[in-house]
């Protein structure tokens, strides 16, 4: 017999609030969802797990870190190996075309992805029930809807469909076959990596649909309209960096949304756009300053379609069966070319461009936080004290045991003012710069002849 004081947690009617604004109604509605889909994501955990799709899982992932892309964007902009007279130059032109509209894809993918994170602020799956298999730093801090590991994946895979569709498929002759292998290879891709965010627990369902849409469309819209009518306008003039600059700080700053609590979202945005501004800035100065030998082509482009492709083609001289060795200019080259082939010297030309990327990254952010400290150390003031004090209630409030001070100053709230400032000249200084230094790379391989 049940006693008359107990109650059915069913029975217990919980006050309902008339007053909750659009976005807070659709946080709760959307945040049900996602607890609802714990078990099931915990099912496919169970059912699926082993050690073999573990290790696939984890690389399918990695291609949607920041490690995978300061990788292989550098790679696609210094591939080109038309001065050694085995390729014809007009194909490297449209890879770094393709470059270029790859990381203007993945720039506007991580900004609406982390637009969405904010504004939602909802979380990822719980853990229990779901295995959260990756845990990192940044993880604490950033919200789960929509996932941009599944929005990068499409931009990623999509813009190389596209770019083979646009570029290479109405030059040389295609198989069915040939075409349905790479839909199946495009659409794998995108699979699993969307796969590998819930069978580790980052993601629920919901997250990497919304991630999905996002992703086909931010590239969609790029290539079909707004490559072509972009590069038309940014290179007929100086005011053209200016603008895009300008731009993509008062989108920032007057658009992007606060969230509940720190999100790393924000600075995400702020450093690709800025790594794209840096971008632009180079292949605008390379195209004003080196004219027709410069990389740097437009392509005149109706919804995908490329006018005049054959023709670009006929008018280039026939390449080489092997390497025209007089553009060595070192005779150890020459020695490992002969023993080891063209491989070696492009890896050289890599690693050598990697290591000054990756410099320049380290020094810049340390030397400008150094000299922000030694100017503001002596000017504490009450918004500095303030600082601090909105610094342990954002602890308290996430009942955390210690916060990462340096995510934390990075956040748009500018709970540190000044370090804040200096954090985002840092990024500044530091994207741009590695944006240009991608273009500054290319010639000096031309003038070391590797």
Known sequence: MVASNEIKESEIQVP??????????????????????????LEIQKSIQSPFLTNIMKIATFTGNDDFYTIFIPMLFWCDVSEYGLMRKELFKQLNFLSRSLVLSFAYSTFITGWIKDYLSLPRPKSPPVIRKLKKSYVDYEYGCPSTHSANACVLAFNFLFFFLSFIKPIVSTSHLLMIFIYLTTLTFIFLVSLSRIYFGMHSFLDVVVGLIIGVFVTVINWLFICSVYESYFYSSVLGPIIQVLFH????????????????????????????????????????YFGKHSLVKTYKMKY?????????????????????????????????????GLKVILLIRYLLGLIILITYKKLTRKVI?????????????????????DLNKIEKDNKMEKIDE????????????????????????????????????IHLFYYLKI
């Open 16 to 41: 309902v609030n008339n007053n909750l604004t659009f976005k807070e109604k659709l946080r709760n509605y959307l945040k049900k969802g996602i607890n609802k889909e714990s078990e099931k994501i």
């Open 249 to 288: 700080r008062l989108l920032l700053i007057y658009v992007h949304p606060d969230p509940e609590h720190y999100c790393p979202c924000f600075e995400d945005s702020y450093s690709f756009f800025c790594f794209f501004d840096g971008i632009a800035i180079g292949s605008w100065l390379d195209k004003k």
């Open 304 to 340: 995908g379609v490329v006018k005049g492709l054959k023709n670009t083609f006929k008018k280039e001289p026939p390449v080489f069966n092997k390497i025209n060795q007089s553009f060595l200019r070192y005779s150890l080259l020459n020695k490992l070319y002969d023993i080891f």
């Open 369 to 389: 936080l150094f000299i922000a400290d030694i100017i503001f150390h002596n000017n504490k003031n009450s918004e500095s004290n303030k600082s601090k004090t």
């Open 406 to 441: 340096d995510n934390l100053i990075n956040h748009k709230k500018k709970y540190h003012l000044p370090r804040h400032s200096a954090v985002l000249i840092s990024r500044n200084v530091e994207y741009i710069g590695l944006g240009l230094i991608l273009y500054a790379n």
